[in-house]
């Protein structure tokens, strides 16, 4: 991640739209924001948020 996505709460959203469960256990990021998912599942309708800097995004978005 650079500083300017750190300063702004660039963030990636995963939204399971479809009707079964997602097993996201090794999906992963390597570019902006970097983060491997352990054992995870999305449920249909379950979204997951992953940010550089949580508390921009927050500070951003309070309602989220």
Do not use: C, H, K, Q
């Not at 963030?11 to 469960?21: P, R, W």
């Not at 390597?30 to 983060?35: A, F, L, P, Q, S």
């Not at 998912?37 to 500070?59: H, I, Q, T, W, Y």
């Amino acid at each position: 991640a650079n500083a300017d996505s750190e300063s702004t709460g660039e963030f990636i959203e995963l939204y399971n739209a479809g009707e079964t469960t997602a097993n996201l256990e090794s999906w992963s990021f390597d570019e902006g924001i970097r983060y491997t998912f352990g054992a995870r599942m999305l449920d249909p309708g379950e979204s997951v948020v992953l940010a550089v800097n949580a508390d921009a995004l927050l500070d951003a978005y309070p309602t989220l």
